[in-house]
């Protein structure tokens, strides 16, 4: 991806994640989070796929030893 579609990628994955909700308590009291994770996967897997990758591939290979 190039900077400028990151930057695209990112401003829509904000958008859609990160929604202002009216109220943050619900009516039995308890907190809602600030974003719903269900909405983030859904939105990382669209950006992935938008790559022509495999949206389930796992992002850190399990058999590379840590380098750092």
Known sequence: MTIEDCITAYCMLADKVFEKK???????????????AAQLEKVVKKVIAEQNLNQDELFKDPAASCKV
Do not use: D, E, I, M
Request: proline letters at 0%; charged letters at 20%; aromatic letters at 6%.
């Open 22 to 36: 009216s109220h943050r308590v619900t009516l039995n009291g308890k907190v809602q989070g600030r974003f719903s």
